[in-house]
């Protein structure tokens, strides 16, 4: 099972992105999906999930309204659309698959992270 995210890159405060998760091995509708995020010095904190079935959509406080977690299933991929990116947007996001929308530890599979640097 490998679960890969990408779409980070530089980009302008204001502006916009969108990562991808994208999973070989496991079938991610099958799957509740948490996006996470790192930045330097901090801890990891949750961003988004999606339940399976799309039932439950979590978003934090810090991005509600802003960010906005969709599958395509299809794809078997999930996104991440982020829009009027802060400075304080700036961390490491990787992508998890799990049996629910949770905590860290309950998930099964983690991809690696891509970079997310927004900055003028």
């Known amino acids: 099972v490998q679960l890969q995210a990408s779409g980070g890159g530089l980009v302008q405060p204001g502006g916009s992105l969108r990562l991808a998760c994208a999973a070989s091995?496991?079938?991610?509708?099958?799957?509740?999906i948490g996006w996470f995020r790192q930045a330097p010095g901090k801890e990891r904190e949750v961003v988004s999930c999606?339940?399976?079935?799309?039932?439950?959509?979590y978003y934090s406080d810090s991005v509600k309204g802003r960010f906005t977690t969709s599958r395509d299933n299809s794809k078997n991929a999930v996104y991440l659309q982020m829009n009027s990116l802060k400075p304080e947007d700036t961390a490491v996001y990787s992508c998890?698959?799990?049996?629910?929308?949770?905590?860290?530890?309950?998930?099964?599979?983690w991809g690696q992270g891509t970079l997310v640097t927004v900055s003028s």
């Open positions: 999606i339940s399976v079935k799309d039932t439950v959509t």
């Open positions: 998890a698959a799990g049996p629910i929308c949770g905590l860290a530890p309950m998930y099964e599979y």
């Open positions: 091995g496991v079938s991610l509708d099958e799957r509740a």
